[in-house]
């Protein structure tokens, strides 16, 4: 009964030919953005501002603009996931438990703030290089795995989010829209890279806003849907008894911690993405890097706003009246935005309403697996593996990772039924493990050496690890205060089947990262000064590094004196 293949089996062939032109007219678009932005009158200027073809196709000839540059950033985070997960909170756990949009707008003030000019200036090419530079290539290339994981495991969230969604609407088989709408992301990300995944995503934002604005007036005109809209009493909720208003909802105090916990994460750990930096290193100039972070937020928190009126909507909407002809189950929540495009909309809305999530999905995949593909071919594969590979090898590579990540991608959509309680699990990890120790090389170098990074990065790891996953079915070993043990009650009268932490222990693990690497390093430092005879079992070479490091500063020093002279 909960099933959505139950409510609409049968192909509905009006809606797949306008999803099929929908999907043409986004893969030429693709196919042919190369030879609009790269344009002859800015061809030279886009070739001295990178070292190779293979920088070309990934930072787009570092020449992104202002209004490309707003529009590709802003799509990125708003994908299919955003969209859909956005309106599946608020109408599960209230507007006070939907903290995305407010946490990933925030993100991208405190990126544009803190790292797009040090990362711009410096002339990075992705986000792991200042890792690299400073702890070593194959050191600096362990922060590739948490990085790889996100940025995969939300690749194939959106993707599984397209595929239920195609599913209801237009009654297409998962696994098959899933297929073709990483096929054609793929094929032109191939093409041209960064320049075919930015401009499209111009066309596909558009559609993001223009298709869920537009639906919004035709749900609200259902005979289904109270209006004016409410936010106390509502329709979905009417025989269930309702203290508190359903849709702000509540935050219980024993949950405060855990509240505190994922903003701050959402905050901070929104920021280590490569998706994130290649726009800002792709940016024309400094100024245009920090614009762009500054002017998606506002975007990024705005494309909210239509996802929380379709979930009010929703709230006050007698299902069993509608063509649904059933109460909206719990299990059922993140199929809000296509079920409301479906049975409140005319046929012809739904599949503008469809284009709008399509389209968010494929801005938000293309960017990932090119960002991913683009991290492991110059930090591992070039980096680690083959350095003196040529740049024709490079692009291939390039091109060959792109195609096994996609595969990687479609094959978790397709497979894996808890793809986005992973994607949690994976952000966790990069923001305990990866973004201390971004701000370390970025702003503190010089209070962060190899014996620290790796003490901090191992301690961290193991609390994480040891404070137990309910997506991951196992309990707590190491037990925060407030912890909420396996088989008591919740809040709600709910018996909790796996051990719950209530204190922000992700936030406590992160500082304990800071802090360990800080006081290792500090105490290697010392210990090798101190200590000379101690250099000869310096096996990560932390003091050749940081004899190498003063060299540079002397030589760099001496510079500015010369050209001040």
């Given at each position: 009964?909960?099933?959505?293949?139950?409510?609409?089996?049968?192909?509905?062939?009006?809606?797949?030919?306008?999803?099929?032109?929908?999907?043409?007219?986004?893969?030429?678009?693709?196919?042919?953005?190369?030879?609009?932005?790269?344009?002859?009158?800015?061809?030279?200027?886009?070739?001295?501002?990178?070292?190779?073809?293979?920088?070309?196709?990934?930072?787009?000839?570092?020449?992104?603009?202002?209004?490309?540059?707003?529009?590709?950033?802003?799509?990125?985070?708003?994908?299919?996931?955003?969209?859909?997960?956005?309106?599946?909170?608020?109408?599960?756990?209230?507007?006070?438990?939907?903290?995305?949009?407010?946490?990933?707008?925030?993100?991208?003030?405190?990126?544009?703030?803190?790292?797009?000019?040090?990362?711009?200036?410096?002339?990075?090419?992705?986000?792991?290089?200042?890792?690299?530079i400073k702890y070593g290539k194959p050191l600096g290339a362990l922060f590739y795995i948490p990085a790889f994981s996100g940025e995969i495991l939300w690749s194939a969230s959106i993707l599984a989010a397209?595929?239920?969604?195609?599913?209801?609407?237009?009654?297409?088989?998962?696994?098959?829209?899933?297929?073709?709408?990483?096929?054609?992301?793929?094929?032109?990300?191939?093409?041209?890279?960064?320049?075919?995944?930015?401009?499209?995503?111009?066309?596909?934002?558009?559609?993001?806003?223009?298709?869920?604005?537009?639906?919004?007036?035709?749900?609200?005109?259902?005979?289904?849907?109270?209006?004016?809209?409410?936010?106390?009493?509502?329709?979905?909720?009417?025989?269930?008894?309702?203290?508190?208003?359903?849709?702000?909802?509540?935050?219980?105090?024993?949950?405060?911690?855990?509240?505190?916990?994922?903003?701050?994460?959402?905050?901070?750990?929104?920021?280590?993405?490569?998706?994130?930096?290649?726009?800002?290193?792709?940016?024309?100039?400094?100024?245009?890097?920090?614009?762009?972070?500054?002017?998606?937020?506002?975007?990024?928190?705005?494309?909210?706003?239509?996802?929380?009126?379709?979930?009010?909507?929703?709230?006050?909407?007698?299902?069993?009246?509608t063509d649904y002809a059933r109460p909206l189950i719990k299990d059922n929540y993140k199929l809000a935005v296509p079920l409301t495009l479906l049975y409140l909309t005319p046929p012809a809305v739904a599949?503008?309403?469809?284009?709008?999530?399509?389209?968010?999905?494929?801005?938000?995949?293309?960017?990932?697996?090119?960002?991913?593909?683009?991290?492991?071919?110059?930090?591992?594969?070039?980096?680690?593996?083959?350095?003196?590979?040529?740049?024709?090898?490079?692009?291939?590579?390039?091109?060959?990772?792109?195609?096994?990540?996609?595969?990687?991608?479609?094959?978790?959509?397709?497979?894996?039924?808890?793809?986005?309680?992973?994607?949690?699990?994976?952000?966790?990890?990069?923001?305990?493990?990866?973004?201390?120790?971004?701000?370390?090389?970025?702003?503190?170098?010089?209070?962060?050496?190899?014996?620290?990074?790796?003490?901090?990065?191992?301690?961290?790891?193991?609390?994480?690890?040891?404070?137990?996953?309910?997506?991951?079915?196992?309990?707590?070993?190491?037990?925060?205060?407030?912890?909420?043990?396996?088989?008591?009650?919740?809040?709600n009268g709910k018996v909790v089947e796996y051990g719950r932490q209530r204190f922000p222990f992700r936030n406590l693990i992160m500082l304990l990262n800071f802090i360990i690497t800080l006081l290792v390093?500090?105490?290697?430092?010392?210990?090798?000064?101190?200590?000379?005879?101690?250099?000869?079992?310096?096996?990560?070479?932390?003091?050749?590094?940081?004899?190498?490091?003063?060299?540079?500063?002397?030589?760099?020093?001496?510079?500015?004196?010369?050209?001040?002279?």
């Amino acid at each position: 009964m909960g099933d959505p293949a139950e409510v609409k089996t049968e192909l509905n062939v009006v809606g797949m030919v306008g999803l099929i032109v929908f999907y043409l007219i986004i893969f030429f678009a693709g196919i042919l953005s190369h030879k609009v932005l790269k344009r002859k009158s800015r061809k030279e200027i886009q070739k001295s501002q990178v070292e190779s073809n293979t920088e070309d196709m990934m930072l787009a000839g570092r020449d992104i603009n202002y209004f490309v540059g707003v529009f590709t950033m802003t799509a990125t985070w708003v994908g299919g996931g955003y969209i859909n997960g956005t309106t599946e909170s608020v109408i599960k756990s209230g507007l006070v438990w939907t903290q995305a949009p407010i946490g990933y707008s925030i993100s991208l003030l405190l990126g544009g703030f803190l790292f797009a000019k040090k990362m711009r200036t410096k002339g990075f090419v992705t986000m792991l290089d200042p890792l690299q530079i400073k702890y070593g290539k194959p050191l600096g290339a362990l922060f590739y795995i948490p990085a790889f994981s996100g940025e995969i495991l939300w690749s194939a969230s959106i993707l599984a989010a397209l595929g239920t969604s195609l599913r209801v609407i237009c009654g297409i088989d998962d696994t098959a829209s899933i297929i073709v709408s990483a096929a054609i992301a793929m094929t032109y990300t191939l093409f041209g890279g960064l320049y075919s995944v930015a401009f499209t995503d111009v066309f596909q934002l558009i559609c993001i806003f223009v298709g869920l604005i537009f639906s919004i007036p035709w749900m609200t005109g259902s005979d289904a849907v109270t209006t004016p809209l409410r936010s106390s009493n509502l329709e979905m909720f009417r025989n269930e008894t309702q203290t508190y208003s359903k849709f702000f909802g509540k935050l219980h105090r024993n949950d405060v911690g855990v509240w505190i916990d994922y903003a701050i994460m959402l905050v901070f750990g929104g920021i280590p993405w490569q998706a994130y930096f290649q726009r800002v290193l792709s940016a024309r100039n400094v100024s245009v890097a920090r614009t762009l972070s500054f002017c998606a937020a506002f975007g990024c928190f705005s494309a909210a706003i239509p996802s929380i009126v379709i979930a009010l909507i929703t709230m006050n909407t007698d299902w069993p009246a509608t063509d649904y002809a059933r109460p909206l189950i719990k299990d059922n929540y993140k199929l809000a935005v296509p079920l409301t495009l479906l049975y409140l909309t005319p046929p012809a809305v739904a599949f503008i309403g469809l284009g709008a999530v399509s389209a968010a999905v494929m801005s938000s995949t293309d960017s990932s697996i090119l960002g991913v593909s683009t991290m492991f071919t110059r930090n591992v594969f070039v980096k680690v593996f083959y350095k003196n590979a040529s740049d024709r090898v490079t692009i291939w590579f390039l091109r060959l990772t792109v195609i096994v990540n996609t595969i990687i991608a479609m094959l978790i959509a397709i497979f894996v039924k808890t793809v986005y309680g992973l994607y949690l699990i994976c952000s966790d990890l990069v923001f305990i493990l990866l973004f201390p120790h971004l701000v370390m090389v970025v702003h503190f170098p010089k209070r962060t050496n190899k014996y620290g990074m790796v003490a901090g990065f191992t301690i961290a790891l193991l609390l994480r690890v040891l404070s137990g996953e309910p997506v991951l079915k196992y309990n707590a070993v190491l037990k925060f205060a407030g912890y909420q043990e396996p088989g008591s009650l919740d809040d709600n009268g709910k018996v909790v089947e796996y051990g719950r932490q209530r204190f922000p222990f992700r936030n406590l693990i992160m500082l304990l990262n800071f802090i360990i690497t800080l006081l290792v390093t500090f105490l290697s430092q010392k210990l090798f000064q101190a200590y000379p005879d101690l250099r000869k079992w310096d096996v990560l070479g932390a003091v050749k590094d940081m004899e190498e490091t003063h060299e540079m500063e002397k030589k760099e020093e001496k510079k500015v004196n010369n050209g001040a002279i």
